[in-house]
T-cell receptor
């Protein structure tokens, strides 16, 4: 079945550092890929998405590129801020399926 | 006001008690979902509903039941709570197989 593997955390960074969170997936069909973010005390919200190979999703300075050849969707941000401290989830939704498959989540803490 | 509202936000209960978590949404979506979040496991799907008359089990439905009272309301019940049901519970909605919109969550502790 479909599955998502993302790098384990926690990750602790200084402000303005570069952030990468690795995500790889297994899917039988043609999935859409998502990054969701969960800020402290809140529910998950969509950060960005990509629906086909080579698409790049971007939002709030974050980017991720849908790489079919490596089955990856790594999240990157060039200069993090304290406000980026959150838990980040990689997820996929297959085109003929109803559900999201989530990775385990990566906790990111950015220090001033 | 939030598009997806969960009540209560926090709940402490005792083993064997029946409890209900409620979810309501104003997005007009037909699809609604209940997940639980445990550290290191991500989110796992408990139940989902594609409309008022269509309710389905997810990955981990044992020990849970749901009720879809209206398009906007989807409740999760624990018939007889046990300690390993201590978790963070999320309700979500979607229009289709695309973006899901989540509530703020209910933190449940079963003693």
């Amino acid at each position: 079945g479909d599955s998502v593997t993302q790098m384990e955390g926690p990750v602790t960074l200084s402000e303005e550092a570069f952030l990468t969170i690795n995500c790889t997936y297994t899917a039988t069909g043609y999935p859409s890929l998502f990054w969701y973010v969960q800020y402290p005390g809140e529910g998950l919200q969509l950060l960005l998405k990509a629906t086909k190979a080579d698409d790049k999703g971007s939002n709030k300075g974050f980017e991720a590129t849908y790489r079919k050849e490596t089955t990856s969707f790594h999240l990157e941000k060039g200069s993090v801020q304290v406000s980026d401290s959150a838990v980040y989830f990689c997820a996929l939704s297959d085109w003929n399926d109803y559900k999201l498959s989530f990775g385990a989540g990566t906790t990111v803490t950015v220090r001033a | 006001d939030a598009d997806v509202t969960q009540t209560p936000r926090n709940r402490i209960t005792k083993t064997g008690k029946r409890i209900m978590l409620e979810c309501s949404q104003t997005k007009g979506h037909d699809r609604m979902y209940w997940y639980r979040q445990d550290p290191g496991l991500g989110l796992r799907l408990i139940y989902y509903s594609f409309d008022v008359k269509d309710i389905n089990k997810g990955e981990i439905s044992d020990g849970y039941s749901v009720s879809r009272q209206a398009q906007a309301k989807f409740s999760l019940s624990l018939e007889s709570a046990i300690p390993n049901q201590t978790a963070l519970y999320f309700c979500a909605t979607s229009l289709d197989n695309d973006i899901q919109y989540f509530g703020a969550g209910t933190r449940l502790s079963v003693l």
